[in-house]
């Protein structure tokens, strides 16, 4: 992430929980405001709900990437924006981007819209290769001009009125450019890429990597020629390759000639995961589907001791023990994963009796599994 100095060290001490924004982003997002009211694209509700109130300052922190290595691990850096000045319209880009990128081609929602376009497959010709490809660093790559033009041109494919594109490019200008946070005393702004913590940052990337997709993936030869199937989660990217690995070699070449993003490529005749999921192939071209547990994976699960309420506590074995039963497709395979399961939950504390119910419930609820939900989530202290 590159940084540059945004002022003076704060006078406020260090540890108090508001300290403000700077003035001249305040400034600027009523004036953007007021712009937007005047020419009636936004009305007096909305930018009441934009314009933010005693905000929380963002703060810069990395968390540890130890499934990538478990000593001196590197880091993801995160800017925490709740509640920042930022924040309002970061989430209203995201309401208004979240439905054009959930309609681009390559687009996955979750592991369980992956599984149902995997078992849609059935079978694959034996000599097709199941590939991934990860984008390093996509979010902190993302030059601003490229970025939001990429989101524009989104916009205009949609139908969007030329006053909302302008609204939200306005917008957007503002959430990248101007994306302050303090790390230890000092303030800093974010000068290339989008900051992880914002709402507006899955969709922006998304709409990023679906502009590099039209551009430079769907026109291309080898892939218009060999690529069977092309599926993306946000930076993660799986594709079943009818070719040669020669031919393979030479589009990853292609994909890696853009300085901006950098792929990494990984293929096998066998086996390979995609989120947490291992896809195996069988001679046949069967594709059945395993769980994918990474090298540096450690029992983590809640201690029953823990003080959680009893409800939480049991709920947590029934989740587990439907994932297994919704993702792993071999019976065999299946039943050695829900008693390697039962097994941590076992060293965690929770009591076989609960233990049984939950494997047991999981299983009589499987056919259910697929009923909609309407999840509550509420902020709380």
């Known amino acids: ?77 995160v ?6 000045i930022l924040s309002p319209p970061a989430i209203v880009l995201e309401k208004i981007l979240t439905p054009l990128v959930k309609a681009t081609s390559s687009f996955i929602l979750d592991t369980n819209d992956f599984l149902g376009l995997i078992r849609a497959l059935d079978t694959i010709p034996s000599s097709s290769l199941p590939v991934t490809w990860d984008v390093s660093s996509l979010y902190t790559s993302i030059t601003h001009e490229k970025g939001i033009l990429a989101v524009d041109r989104l916009l205009n494919e949609a139908g969007t009125h030329i006053k909302i594109r302008r609204f939200c490019t306005d917008l957007l200008n503002l959430v990248l450019r101007d994306n302050y946070f303090m790390f230890e005393d000092t303030f800093y702004i974010q000068q290339q890429g989008t900051a992880m913590g914002s709402h507006v ?106 003080c959680h309420p009893p409800s939480i506590k049991n709920a947590i074995p029934k989740s587990q023990f439907q994932r297994i039963n919704r993702i792993v497709s071999d019976e065999t395979t299946k039943n050695t994963r829900l008693n390697e399961m039962q097994q941590k939950f076992s060293n965690r504390g929770y009591p076989q009796k609960t233990l049984l119910q939950a494997k047991h419930t999981s299983v009589s609820n499987k056919a259910n599994d697929n009923n909609k939900r309407i999840p509550f989530v509420s902020t709380f202290t």
């Open 1 to 77: 992430m590159k940084m540059r100095g945004a002022g003076p060290r704060p006078a406020t001490p260090i540890g108090q929980d508001r300290i403000g924004a700077p003035p001249n982003i305040a400034q600027k997002i009523k004036t953007l405001l007021e712009f937007h009211e005047q020419e009636g694209t936004i009305d007096n509700k909305l930018r009441t709900f934009l314009t933010k109130t005693d905000p929380i300052t963002p703060i810069f922190y990395l968390l540890p990437k130890i499934h990538k290595q478990l000593f001196k691990p590197p880091g993801r850096p």
């Open 79 to 84: 800017v925490s924006l709740t509640d920042s």
């Open 201 to 306: 940052a899955p969709p922006y990337a998304i709409a990023c990597m679906s502009s590099f997709e039209k551009n430079f993936v769907y026109t291309h030869p080898l892939f218009q020629t060999h690529s069977r199937i092309w599926r993306r989660y946000i930076d993660d990217i799986f594709c079943i390759w009818d070719g040669p690995i020669d031919s393979l070699i030479s589009f990853d070449k292609h994909l890696n000639v853009w300085p901006e993003l950098k792929f990494t490529l990984q293929y096998n005749m066998d086996r390979i995961s995609f989120l947490d999921i291992l896809i195996c192939k069988k001679d046949g071209g069967e594709l059945p589907i395993d769980l994918f547990l990474k090298p540096t994976d450690r029992n983590s699960l809640l201690h029953y001791n823990s």
